[in-house]
């Protein structure tokens, strides 16, 4: 929760670039414990990478982010080229959903693992949150006039609450769903 508050404030008050210098030993801190806390893991061989699941999500992902992206630089999001833009990439990720389907446990991400309750549950949780985290973003592009005038924390402080606020609601309505499945 701390991060994009501390994140602001070192954009604001320091320079862009005080982001890695603080985020690169904390990403090396992290890699020496891993090494070192957690258990080896043997197992049998490794399957092979789905590599057609990683052209198409990947492509389709970036695709479909790329048309959402430029909808405020191209008249909207019926703008022809935006819509195109879009289209793909969702039939980019359809052809994605298709493919792991088809290809079930060695797909690279398998579908069938969404017929759970509580993994479906789980992934809307990280939707909902990510709504909540970088929704704001696209609602407060008109607030733009206070980063220049250095109000980015602020900026920052309203994304952050809007993420705590989507982060309570949706726990409790996990807890409800678990309460009615259990």
């Known amino acids: 929760v701390l991060g994009p508050v501390i994140g602001g404030?070192?954009?604001q008050d320091a320079s862009w670039?005080?982001?890695?210098?603080?985020?690169?030993?904390?990403?090396i801190l992290a890699l020496a414990l891993a090494a070192r806390i957690l258990?080896?893991?043997?197992?049998?061989?490794?399957?092979?990478?789905?590599?057609?699941?990683?052209?198409?999500?990947?492509?389709?992902?970036?695709?479909?982010?790329y048309g959402?992206?430029?909808?405020?630089?191209?008249?909207g999001f019926l703008s022809p080229d935006v819509y195109a833009w879009m289209a793909a990439g969702i039939l980019l990720l359809t052809a994605f959903v298709i493919h792991s389907l088809r290809?079930?446990?060695?797909?690279?991400i398998d579908m069938r693992l969404f017929a759970d309750a509580d993994f479906s549950a789980a992934s809307a949780t990280i939707v909902f949150l990510g709504f909540g985290m970088?929704?704001?973003?696209?609602?407060?592009?008109?607030?733009?006039?206070?980063?220049?005038?250095?109000?980015?924390?602020?900026?920052?402080?309203?994304?952050?609450?809007?993420?705590f606020i989507f982060m309570v609601l949706t726990i409790v309505y996990l807890d409800m769903a678990h309460q009615e499945h259990h």
């Open 39 to 65: 258990p080896s893991v043997e197992g049998g061989p490794a399957e092979e990478l789905d590599v057609i699941g990683l052209l198409l999500a990947s492509s389709g992902l970036a695709t479909l982010i």
């Open 134 to 163: 970088y929704g704001a973003s696209l609602l407060l592009g008109g607030f733009g006039w206070l980063l220049q005038i250095g109000w980015a924390i602020f900026h920052i402080l309203i994304i952050t609450l809007q993420a």
């Open 103 to 108: 290809r079930g446990s060695s797909a690279l």
């Open 9 to 11: 404030v070192l954009v």
């Open 17 to 27: 670039h005080w982001l890695f210098f603080v985020n690169v030993p904390i990403g």
């Open 68 to 75: 959402l992206s430029n909808a405020d630089n191209r008249g």
